[in-house]
Nanobody, 115 residues
């Protein structure tokens, strides 16, 4: 099993940055893929970005060039650096881990982009 704890959400002005963190309860070397999803009010959860055990990164078109996913293996933590935030980025952001063929989810962290 994998427990995931997100942190770093909050209120930010349009154009501002924010960094989310996702701490895993086990070594992320053992996790095939870790990623971020988000769910805005009244919308379905959508994939944002992911990073494989080999370090390959992938991004949704809506965040490409603005968001960066990275990992710190020593801390068993994955980050999502979000720059040039837009009101449309407002959502609950969830960390996801694919381990043993099963997806695990964190509790989510709220990101609100508003002036």
């Amino acid at each position: 099993q994998v427990q995931l704890v997100e942190s770093g959400g909050g209120l930010v002005q349009p154009g501002g940055p924010l960094r989310l963190s996702c701490a895993a309860s086990r070594s992320i070397f053992t996790i095939n893929v870790m990623g971020w999803y988000r769910q805005a009010p009244g919308k379905q959860r959508e994939w944002v970005a992911d990073i494989t055990r080999a370090g390959t990164t992938n991004y949704a078109d809506s965040v490409k060039g603005r968001f960066t996913i990275s990992r710190d293996n020593a801390k068993n933590t994955v980050y999502l650096q979000m720059n040039s935030l837009e009101p449309e980025d407002t959502a609950v952001y969830y960390c996801n881990a694919l381990y043993g063929g099963y997806p695990y989810w964190g509790q989510g962290t709220q990101v609100t982009v508003s002036s």
